[in-house]
């Protein structure tokens, strides 16, 4: 139930082989930014294309393949020269039957694994998505064994009006450690967005230690900008909220707050929706 903010995104295909190499391809010698340099097959995301839209017209236009049935593997925020940006991957399994054909902008299409990343130059962000996809092969990487990934979501019917908030916790396999939200009364839908993140807090809290690391996913610009410092909160109506939470982060060792397209907050913004729907149903029955 996000607001709209001026943010790039971005999608690439983690293309992979029956013996778990990963495709690259590397940018030409006359690319302006980063001659010679590997990166993960992909691009930006048009205004109003959807994610699996985008992610075929990149990998048609750059390596003439077709594909099905891609698998969301991770999201990246960060922030270059032109402002923030968001990077999803998807995990892809090639098939070889198609044959590539490269497109202008790219010289070679390298199928790696584990020492080409010290041995190549590679653009950082695809760096980090391999690294993570090696740890995860191995299944002994800590950081991913010890990070939950939270979806939160909060919606106001009015806005201002009835509202609620909800949250999804999981780890780094995918399994859900603990969903649940709460009808909030009448209120906006940046508060509601807030709430959503505290209430997440407080259940991680329960199921996490100090020790552990939370990467928050939401589709409220405002409030991921607003809690990683980019932003200044000047809705004198979210202060408390904000405070609250910068108190709850205190008690991990690492907080990250990521945006993410509604589409990838379908669990969470479905869960906010039911907690309205049933309080709408409640108020309905006590006035008959």
């Given amino acids: 139930m996000g607001e709209r903010f001026k943010q790039t995104i971005f999608v690439n295909g983690l293309i ?44 048609q236009a750059e390596l003439n393949i077709q594909f099905s049935d891609p698998v969301y593997y991770m999201d990246m925020s960060n922030m270059d020269s032109k402002g ?15 044959p590539i054909v490269l497109s202008s902008q790219h010289d070679e299409a390298v199928w790696v694994n584990s020492g080409i990343l010290h041995a190549d130059k590679v653009t950082n962000d695809a760096r980090k998505i391999l690294l993570q996809f090696q740890g995860d092969r191995r299944g002994n990487n800590d950081v991913y064994a010890t990070t939950l990934y939270i979806n939160t979501d909060g919606g106001s019917r009015g806005n201002p009006g009835p509202s609620a908030s909800a949250y999804v916790i999981k780890d780094g396999h995918e399994k ?12 906006t839908n940046n508060v509601a967005e807030y709430k959503a993140v505290e209430l997440a807090l407080v259940a991680a809290g329960q ?8 990467i928050f996913r939401s589709d ?23 405070q609250k939470i910068r108190t709850l982060i205190k008690g991990f060792a690492n907080v990250r707050f990521n945006h ?13 929706n039911d907690i309205l729907d049933s309080h709408d149903k409640s108020a309905s029955a006590r006035m008959a």
């Fill in 207 to 214: 199921i996490a230690s100090r020790d552990d690391s939370l």
């Fill in 16 to 59: 992979h082989n029956a013996n778990q190499d990963i495709l690259m391809v590397r940018r030409s010698l006359g690319d302006r930014f980063l001659p010679g340099y590997l990166e993960l097959p992909g691009g930006r995301v048009q205004l109003g294309e959807t994610l699996s839209h985008a992610l075929n017209r990149k990998l």
């Fill in 84 to 98: 923030p940006y968001l990077r999803v991957v998807f995990l892809i399994a090639y098939n070889p039957v198609d």
């Fill in 260 to 272: 993410i397209p509604r589409e990838l907050n379908v669990e969470a913004d479905s869960l906010a």
């Fill in 220 to 242: 409220s610009l405002l409030v991921v900008n607003q809690l990683n410092g980019q932003y200044k909160v000047k809705n004198r109506e979210l202060w408390p909220i904000n």
């Fill in 176 to 187: 859900v450690r603990a969903r649940g939200g709460e009808y909030i009364g009448l209120t």
